[in-house]
């Protein structure tokens, strides 16, 4: 039961990302899509690299497959974050109109239709929303509910509680509303000062995990090669030969295996500093997981030409 529960809760989660983000697709479609895809180009690519012998490890088509369900079923999250975004930015100018509309005498439904013809973006069509259900006979406090529910935010969730909790009590929401916008302002000020600091030890993490440690990777990799060709041209039987040949793939095996592990720590931790989620390191993961492997084989092919 426990893990039914938790399967219908991941999937309701990622329906709702599927809609914040307008897909015109069902989540269990897309998610059957973002399996598919991936599997048949890492397939391709495994098949390839066997056929074609090409001098890539085949345990890339693991990378390729990683990377692609990684990219397909993280850009509609993407898409999600970027509108949650975009709202979170306009908010306080949003509410700012709105309390001046309020203090000029305007009505909640005219303020709303201010921002709602205003050039907010995202933001200007959910108060259209609310300003449809206003219409339809749904009263002030479950309309803005309703908004909060349809923008994954908790900066939106709290604002909106703020607004229905000052309607109830009839305080002045004209102050209110000022006051919250002052407050989301300096949130979002506060949330950018975060990154600035945090980006020297970002370019840190990439440098050494991304770019430094794959080059290095590269490098080994041939002077392993060369070691092993020089083992087997004085073997003295074909089993001495094997062996040396496996423990050559098993060693690229590895370094492979700790390119990719490091590469999720780091999209991880980097998730951590800038955004506070774990969540969010599936932004980083795919990206930072090509650079390193066009890195490492980049390096393999210019130190092969070096010491070769």
């Known amino acids: 039961m426990i893990g039914n529960g938790t399967k219908t ?41 066997g056929l074609l012998k090409l001098p890539v490890s085949q345990i890339t088509s693991l990378a ?27 908010l306080p100018e949003a509410l700012k109109q709105m309390a001046d509309t309020l203090k000029a005498g305007g009505t909640y439904e ?26 339809e006979g749904e009263n002030l406090e479950n309309s803005l509910k309703s908004f909060s529910e349809n923008v ?16 109830k009590a009839g305080a002045g929401l004209a102050d209110v509303l ?6 989301v302002r300096e949130l979002h000020r506060l949330n950018l000062e975060r990154m600035s600091q945090t980006l020297l030890q970002v370019i840190f993490m990439v440098t050494a995990g991304v770019i430094i440690t794959p080059m290095v990777f590269g490098f080994v990799t041939t002077v392993i090669e060369l070691f092993v ?4 041209s004085m073997a003295a039987n074909e089993a001495d030969k094997l062996l040396s040949e496996a423990t050559e793939s098993f060693i690229f095996f590895l370094m492979l295996c700790y390119l990719l592990i490091e590469v999720l720590a ?29 890195i490492y084989y980049a390096s393999v092919f210019i130190s092969g030409m070096i010491i070769r």
Request: charged share 25%; aromatic share 8%.
């Open 9 to 49: 809760g991941l999937l309701g989660r990622y329906r709702k990302i599927i809609r914040q983000a307008q897909f015109r697709i069902r989540a269990e479609a897309w998610i059957v899509i973002s399996i598919i895809v991936p599997v048949i180009i890492a397939l391709v690519c495994y098949m390839s690299i």
């Open 64 to 90: 390729v497959l990683l990377s692609g369900i990684d990219l397909m079923l993280g850009y509609p999250y993407l898409r999600a974050m970027e509108r949650i975004n975009l709202i979170e930015e306009s």
């Open 110 to 135: 005219f303020a709303l239709r201010e921002v709602a013809t205003s050039q907010y973006g995202p933001l200007s069509k959910e108060i259209e929303i609310v300003l449809r259900k206003l219409e």
């Open 152 to 167: 994954d935010s908790r900066l939106v969730r709290r604002s909106m509680a703020v607004i229905i909790d000052s309607i």
């Open 178 to 183: 000022d006051e919250i916008s002052n407050d």
């Open 229 to 232: 060709k020089a083992t087997v």
């Open 266 to 294: 780091n999209s991880v931790m980097i998730s951590l500093m800038r955004e506070g989620k774990i969540s969010k390191s599936i932004i980083y993961f795919p990206i930072l997981l090509l650079i390193s492997f066009v």
